[in-house]
């Protein structure tokens, strides 16, 4: 949720572009690799920046969001270039009162044909998200940090408790920033419905989640770069859990004694340790 006064599009648009940078910075958005989609739940007027119009069914429907606009990267896009013309690589997409179609805005500038490939789980992770908690600000971003995808692959990271307990050891801070710790799922085909469902459920619980074999998605209702720091904290934590491997596990990271004195000392409820 954001308080009023509420950033206008434009500064928007900037900090996507700038989450978008720093995602890339960390090798999470190889090609044109991940996707980013952010709702606006106030009067947004997108004409300016975004002049031409169509209108396009959505891949899911989407009552909760009706009236209200949606920044969203373009398919094809590199997330590392949208800084560069924020306009042109992402579209504005207003929901319209069926909760079935949008408008979709765009740039003259437009270098895409049509949205991300995974608008159907933004869609329906904002609904959701929208519909439960009436929040006015909500981001989404798909990303894919190669250490925690490797891990991905190895059956035990596959399961909540073995991949929680073995990536939240190695930093103080990971309790903090992931104290419900970071959802798995197992692997779906990209842009599936099963991929979809998965999601949505998964994101009720936890704010962000591994899509095995492929990468993450992770949300906030309160910023965008907040999404993409909940991808670098875990990142970071499974790039340890990676070199601990690889050295022959000779490290055992924070003990559960200290992660739950780490916990008291900082007011975290959580249910890992
Ligand atoms: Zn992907």
Request: charge should be negative; include cysteine.
């Amino acid at each position: 949720m954001i308080d009023a006064p509420y950033p206008d599009l434009l500064e928007l648009m900037e900090l996507v572009g700038e989450a978008g940078k720093r995602l890339s910075d960390i090798d999470a958005t190889e090609g044109a690799a991940g996707n980013i989609s952010v709702y606006l739940g106030w009067e947004i007027d997108p004409r300016r920046q975004f002049p031409d119009s169509e209108t396009i069914v959505l891949p899911y429907e989407t009552p909760a969001l009706k009236e209200k606009v949606l920044l969203i990267s373009g398919s094809g896009r590199r997330l590392r270039e949208i800084i560069s013309d924020p306009a042109a690589n992402l579209g504005c997409l207003k929901i319209n009162a069926d909760g079935k179609t949008g408008t979709l805005f765009t740039s003259t500038r437009r270098l895409f044909n049509r949205l991300t490939s995974e608008l159907n789980s933004h869609l329906a992770v904002h609904q959701d998200q929208v519909h439960q908690t009436n929040t006015n600000f909500h981001a989404v971003i798909h990303a894919q940090p190669p250490h925690l995808t490797f891990l991905s692959h190895i059956p035990r990271y596959q399961d909540f408790t073995f991949f929680n307990n073995h990536i939240l050891r190695w930093q103080p801070e990971l309790i903090v920033n992931l104290p419900e710790g970071v959802g798995v799922i197992p692997f779906a085909v990209p842009s599936s419905d099963e991929l979809m469902c998965k999601t949505l459920e998964a994101l009720r619980v936890n704010r962000m989640v591994v899509w095995c074999k492929h990468g993450v998605i992770a949300r906030s209702d309160n910023s965008v770069k907040r999404a993409a720091d909940r991808i670098e904290y875990a990142e970071s934590a499974a790039k340890y859990e990676y070199m601990n491997l690889v050295c022959g596990e000779p490290a055992v990271g924070l003990s559960r004694d200290e992660i739950i004195s780490i916990c008291r000392a900082f007011d975290i409820k959580q249910s890992i340790f």
